[in-house]
């Protein structure tokens, strides 16, 4: 989400050489981007490291404001600006996600729904295909208890995620409570 407010031509000054006739310089390039101030920190890096290797493989200066100054406004100013606004994108963008997923994890629940042992080989289904899809379907994480007697399941996510689950598991198990055994996921041969 980058917005270019501000894209401008700048004209380094003109050198001369010894002979006193001037030396053809770059046009430089000046872009404002609006970047949120709680990412400026992600662009300037511990101690300016980030700042300085961005500025120093796009040859632009970087302007950041302050973190007492209250703008939202990062300047590149350079010839390789293009370059380095996609370098900036993709540092905020990649810090964007990871306050997006440290926000989820923060807001994640543990519940136990009731899931009758007898079922649970079903909820799991032939190599984990019911249980992947609804994980997969519902952004949840579905734990069903090995060699313990518990007539439930644990789900994981956001309250959401797990409501979705939840209602997932209830409607797949209840598709098949009408079936015949042998359609169900159990067998009915073998048996004495």
Same mark, same amino acid.
Request: glycine share 8%; charged share 30%.
């Given at each position: 989400?980058?917005?270019?407010?501000?894209?401008?031509?700048?004209?380094?000054?003109?050198?001369?050489?010894?002979?006193?006739?001037?030396?053809?310089?770059?046009?430089?390039?000046?872009?404002?981007?609006?970047?949120?101030?709680?990412?400026?920190?992600?662009?300037?890096?511990?101690?300016?490291?980030?700042?300085?290797?961005?500025?120093?493989?796009?040859?632009?200066?970087?302007?950041?404001?302050?973190?007492?100054?209250? @703008?939202?406004?990062?300047?590149? %100013?350079? &010839?390789?600006?293009? $370059? #380095?606004?996609? !370098? =900036? /994108? +993709? *540092?905020?963008?990649?810090?964007?996600?990871?306050?997006?997923?440290?926000?989820?994890?923060?807001?994640?629940?543990?519940?136990?729904?009731?899931?009758?042992?007898?079922?649970?080989?079903?909820?799991?289904?032939?190599?984990?295909?019911?249980?992947?899809?609804?994980?997969?379907?519902?952004?949840?994480?579905?734990?069903?208890?090995?060699?313990?007697?518990?007539? @439930?399941?644990?789900?994981?996510? %956001?309250? &959401?995620?797990?409501? $979705? #689950?939840?209602? !997932? =598991? /209830? +409607? *797949?198990?209840?598709?098949?409570?009408?079936?015949?055994?042998?359609?169900?996921?159990?067998?009915?041969?073998?048996?004495?």
């Amino acid at each position: 989400e980058r917005a270019c407010e501000r894209e401008s031509p700048e004209r380094a000054p003109r050198k001369s050489n010894k002979g006193g006739s001037p030396l053809r310089t770059r046009a430089r390039m000046s872009r404002t981007l609006e970047i949120d101030r709680s990412l400026h920190g992600h662009i300037v890096g511990t101690g300016g490291s980030t700042i300085r290797q961005l500025q120093s493989e796009h040859s632009v200066r970087i302007n950041v404001p302050r973190p007492n100054e209250e @703008s939202d406004q990062v300047v590149v %100013t350079g &010839e390789n600006v293009d $370059a #380095a606004c996609a !370098a =900036i /994108d +993709a *540092l905020v963008s990649g810090a964007k996600e990871r306050q997006q997923r440290a926000q989820e994890r923060e807001r994640r629940v543990t519940e136990e729904h009731e899931v009758p042992r007898a079922r649970h080989a079903f909820l799991i289904g032939p190599r984990g295909a019911n249980i992947q899809r609804i994980q997969q379907e519902c952004g949840a994480r579905i734990s069903v208890p090995k060699d313990t007697p518990k007539d @439930s399941v644990s789900i994981t996510g %956001t309250p &959401e995620q797990v409501e $979705a #689950a939840r209602v !997932a =598991i /209830d +409607a *797949l198990l209840t598709s098949t409570n009408s079936m015949p055994s042998d359609q169900s996921g159990t067998s009915s041969r073998g048996g004495a």
